[in-house]
Structures are given as C-alpha cells and as structure tokens.
C-alpha cells in the first residue's frame, strides 16, 4: 500500500483479556516503529526493529507487552492481560533506513480497555 | 521523565497572523530536532527538521528556529491559516543512527477565520 497501515483501528476489550495490533508498514521500509498515545499525553517510544530484529525495546512498559516482525514486514504487537491504563492509540511508524527523521505514522489503532 | 516539553497545550490565532510554536528539551545530547503535525484521528505527519549545525531551516510558511545554549526551538507559521489547526508535536533525537524520536505532549493550535 502506499502508506503505513494498522488494524484494527478501534479495539474495545474486557480487562485481562489479550489483544494483538498489526501494523504493515510501507513496502522497502526496514525500519519500524511502535508508540502509544495515551488521553492528554505525548507519543511514548515501545519498540523499534531493525528488519526482523529488535534492537531497543527499552520502551516496552511491562513485560505484558511484546512485539515481533516477520520477513521485514508486518509487525505485531501484543497485549496480555490487558489492563485499563494499557488504554491508548497505539501508533506504528516506518521509515527507510534506521535513521531519525521522517517516520511516517500510521492512523493508529485506539484501544479501550473497559 | 519529559526529556522534550512543550509547555503550552494549547495556542489560538487569527488567521494571517503568526503562529509561534515553543519546545525545550532537556538533553544536550540531542542534536536533530522535528516537528510533526496531527490531525484528529490522523498519524502525525512530518513537517520539518533541524539539525544541531544550523539555527534555522525554512520552509515556505514554516521555519523552525534552534537555539543550542538554551536547548529551545520553535516553530513559526507565517501567514497562519485555518488549515494550519492541528495540534504540533516536537521531537528530538541524540543522534542519526536507529535511535527513537523524544516526542513533547503536543501543542493544540487553532487557527481562527
């Protein structure tokens, strides 16, 4: 596709229960990128891979949260348990190279955990 | 901790008027800043950057200007126009090598007829 796409875009879940969030970013990107958006605060850094690997996930805020990426492409991310402050948009991101600069967002995916 | 801050939540201007944009940060290894613009229900998208060599980068109506020793940067819009309401992130970065961006909380700006 021509940008950056996630899935699905509004997620309502029960607290405790496991959610999975996809992100397919834009093709030839090798770098990929996950943020979270909480109500009333900035972008938090998750996880960045580099291809297939993950080379900083200091982001990551409990070990609920995981994330993998298959043939340097789609990526998912993983919820378990999932908890009413895990509630936010979580935002993916690629960009060509693993440089800073110009990351370009996907819409996001809005998770409600009631 | 909030390594990139933006302390106004929110900004209103008349349209045609300037729009000034504030960030400061906190960590003088950072030495690439951007700005981002995000409309509801929108990924932010990217608007323009500076790097730590310069002190301003145009481009048209928007000019990012970076002052190092007091580690502030802002963004201007000029003229401003009602599609310029969104709200702006700023994010930093120490370096230009896998590293994630430091996003601020975000400016909402409303640009008004």
């Known amino acids: 596709g021509a940008g950056v796409s996630q899935s699905p875009s509004n997620k309502v879940t029960e607290k405790g229960k496991d959610v999975e969030l996809r992100c397919d970013p834009i093709?030839?990107?090798?770098?990929l990128y996950w943020y979270r958006q909480r109500l009333g605060q900035g972008l938090e850094f998750l996880i960045y891979?580099?291809?297939?690997?993950?080379?900083?996930k200091s982001g990551l805020p409990s070990d609920r949260f995981s994330a993998e990426r298959t043939g340097e492409s789609v990526s998912t991310l993983t919820i378990q348990r999932t908890q009413q402050e895990d509630s936010a948009v979580y935002l993916c991101a690629s960009n060509r190279q693993p440089l800073t600069g110009e990351l370009f967002f996907g819409e996001g995916s809005r998770l409600t955990v009631l | 901790d909030q390594q990139v801050k933006q302390n106004s939540p929110s900004l209103s201007v008349q349209e045609g008027r300037i729009s000034i944009l504030n960030c400061d940060y906190t960590?003088?290894?950072?030495?690439?800043f951007l700005w981002y613009k995000k409309y509801p229900a929108e990924g932010p998208t990217f608007l323009i950057s500076?790097?730590?060599?310069?002190d301003k980068n145009e481009d048209g109506r928007f000019t990012v200007f970076l002052n190092k020793s007091a580690k502030h940067l802002s963004l201007h819009i000029v003229p401003s126009q009602p599609g310029d309401s969104a709200v702006y992130f700023c994010a930093a970065s120490p370096g230009d090598s896998g590293y994630a961006l430091n996003f601020g909380k975000g400016t909402s700006l409303l640009v008004t007829p």
């Open positions: 960590n003088s290894m950072f030495d690439y």
């Open positions: 500076i790097s730590s060599i310069k």
């Open positions: 891979f580099q291809g297939n690997s993950a080379p900083d």
């Open positions: 093709s030839g990107h090798t770098a």
